[in-house]
DNA sequence: CCAAGGCGTTAAGAAAGTGTAAAAGCAGCG
DNA sequence: CGCTGCTTTTACACTTTCTTAACGCCTTGG
């Protein structure tokens, strides 16, 4: 059975939360605010979390990020129509996925499965792209078998690339994941590593193809 | 079924309307003027609002303006011709759309269809139209399937014509959106973006139709 | 009919973004 | 201290994108 934290400041959206989650087997708590529901994240230790946007106090992508400092639980955000700028940011920022207020019981439960679902699987400590191969548990990288000798940052940036294979990952994202909670600025030697790491790659494995003034794609060979 | 709400101070353009409206299943009222006009949007809460700028006691820009501090309602406006600068006002201000005395049924109702669709659709960070694609997230936009590459401010621009699609963006309106923050005069090189969208979408795609003297509409193909 | 203004189109220069190499900081370590 | 390996900074050539300007077309109004 998994548990779900609810994080809202409407007690009404709560208790609709909870009388559809309930019905499904889940086991409910809940956070009036983002203060309370990371607290309440730390200590029952959910399966998935359901965080409103619109919080009084600390905001909803600040919850997101203080969570994703430590915790990698599936989080579907509620957020009210009309604020795509707002729900991009979420997702760069590690949600998994969103509904629009006012959303019907079927889709939430349907993409609260598929959420979970997923990140049980992205648990997986390998990333294969074509003849590159990712070893996220040791920290090891191959091509066509042959071992990648990388740096630290090499491999995080070529596992943010990776990650979104075949998709273009922006600038920001990169920076965000790859250099998080980092003071200085790395936005000069990005493209320094994306250069060692294209050397690396050589001609035959995968190509870091640019976007010029959005981002980089992996591509497989 | 819907409930239209007429601000018109013609008797016979509110006969008209209503007649037009009920046979396409409309709940109809109506006002003569703008005083009236807000109560009974007030009291009614209709789907959408048809308002005629010219009316008297309270104009039609001052209507819309106090509508729009309580209530997100869709609104038509009805003008005359030659009153360019008074519909760039009026879609600056929170309208939707326009149509100019004396209209057809048919694009009458075809641009309240539109204009009522629009929020009630949109569930994810990608906006669609038509075989029209674009993905705020990764920054990527196809159309039928096919990759379209587009620059950044291409991707801008035609994201704010997208996100209204169907109805007009007045040209400050898109300058603002895409141009947020920035000191060079756009004004001259709308146009050229413009051009190589359109290039871009080609001819199956959905086209970028200009409004003389006030802006740009995306029309699904 | 002409004149004027808005628009589409094109081309070229300006600006911004990118690839690359080399050197300069910066730790850890013998 | 002087290595060594990694990261960051700096510099500059190169590419892509943006802006500007020019011109012809169409529509509107005299």
Redesign the interface.
């Known amino acids: 059975m998994s548990k779900a934290l609810i994080i809202d400041d409407e007690q009404q959206m709560r208790r609709l939360l909870r009388m559809v989650l309930e019905s499904r087997g889940y086991e409910v708590c809940e956070a009036a605010d983002g203060q309370l529901g990371l607290q309440e994240a730390a200590f029952h230790r959910p399966d998935v979390v359901l965080l409103d946007l619109g919080l009084p106090g600390l905001n909803g992508i600040e919850v997101l990020k203080r969570l994703r400092e430590w915790s990698d639980v599936p989080v579907l955000i509620l957020s009210v ?2 604020q ?1 700028a707002i ?2 940011e979420a ?2 920022n590690g949600a998994d996925d ?3 207020k006012p959303f019907g019981t079927a ?1 939430l439960l349907a993409r609260l499965t598929v959420i979970q679902r997923r990140r049980f699987t992205r648990q997986s400590a390998e990333i294969v792209v074509g003849a590159l191969k990712l070893d996220l548990l040791h920290h090891e990288a191959s091509l066509d078998e042959v071992p990648l000798k990388l740096t630290p940052t090499e491999f995080a940036l070529l596992k943010v690339l990776a990650e ?1 294979a075949g ?4 600038q920001n994202q990169i920076i965000k994941q790859v250099w998080a909670g980092q003071t200085s600025d790395p936005s000069e030697g990005l493209r320094v590593h994306i250069n060692h790491l294209r050397k690396k790659l050589g001609e035959t494995g995968p190509r870091i193809v640019n ?5 980089y794609r992996l591509e497989e060979a």
């Open positions: 129509r009309d795509e729900k991009v997702l760069e969103y509904v629009t889709e979104h998709r273009i990952v922006t976007e010029p003034g959005i981002g």
